[in-house]
T-cell receptor, first 115, second 111 residues
Framework: ETGVTQTPRHLVMGMTNKKSLKCEQHLGHNAMYWYKQSAKKPLELMFVYNFKEQTENNSVPSRFSPECPNSSHLFLHLHTLQPEDSALYLC??????????????FGSGTRLTVV | DAKTTQPNSMESNEEEPVHLPCNHSTISGTDYIHWYRQLPSQGPEYVIHGLTSNVNNRMASLAIAEDRKSSTLILHRATLRDAAVYYCILRDLGRDDKIIFGKGTRLHILP
């Protein structure tokens, strides 16, 4: 248990489904992040939230829709995904974006399979 | 952004020390050197970070070259549980930089 909890751990969804990934942290951190890790590729940063405000979107397709209702919770809403979106989706938190001295705490990820 | 270069993979025997190198020849004066590792089927975890001086914690040691253009992560006594991908990352002290992961070094531990 790292302090960042992601649910579900595994998800299989059809291309026409709508699902959501959830991330929760109670570390008192103010920044939260979504990363995508495809097979045999480096982690890719998708979104950054700082004090609930989105501060970065790395050209992510609109079929991925993030939501950050408060500093402790982060969601990734999924709809009409493609098979190539199958990957490990990782959530992370830190004390604050722009604070290069602070580390990130990652969750264990959601393994998503799109069929 | 300053970049790092790491070997793609390394092997080590169990219960022996492991030295994981990282080159960062374009490092700036305010860049911290961070190391993370990712165990199989898990998210990355923080290992250690430093600026100029060598650093030790319960997981590892970080040796930083005097010119700061390279560093070495040292696992003093590797176990099978240390088999992971190790990432060396530079992070500026105050800029709004995010952690961007490279390919890292895949460490294999031989029993």
């Amino acid at each position: 248990e790292t302090g960042v909890t992601q649910t579900p751990r595994h998800l299989v969804m059809g291309m026409t489904n709508k699902k959501s990934l959830k991330c929760e942290q109670h570390l008192g951190h103010n920044a939260m992040y979504w990363y995508k890790q495809s097979a045999k590729k480096p982690l890719e940063l998708m979104f950054v939230y700082n004090f609930k405000e989105q501060t970065e979107n790395n050209s992510v397709p609109s079929r991925f829709s993030p939501e950050c209702p408060n500093s402790s919770h982060l969601f990734l809403h999924l709809h009409t995904l493609q098979p190539e979106d199958s990957a490990l989706y990782l959530c992370a938190s830190s004390q604050g974006s722009g604070q290069g001295i602070y580390g990130y705490t990652f969750g264990s990820g959601t393994r998503l399979t799109v069929v | 952004d300053a970049k790092t270069t790491q070997p793609n993979s390394m092997e080590s025997n169990e219960e022996e020390p492991v030295h994981l190198p990282c080159n960062h020849s374009t490092i700036s004066g305010t860049d911290y050197i961070h190391w993370y590792r990712q165990l199989p089927s898990q998210g990355p975890e923080y290992v250690i970070h430093g600026l100029t001086s060598n650093v030790n914690n319960r997981m590892a040691s970080l040796a930083i070259a005097e010119d700061r253009k390279s560093s070495t992560l040292i696992l003093h006594r590797a176990t099978l549980r240390d088999a992971a991908v190790y990432y060396c990352i530079l992070r500026d002290l105050g800029r709004d930089d995010k952690i961007i992961f490279g390919k890292g070094t895949r460490l294999h531990i031989l029993p």
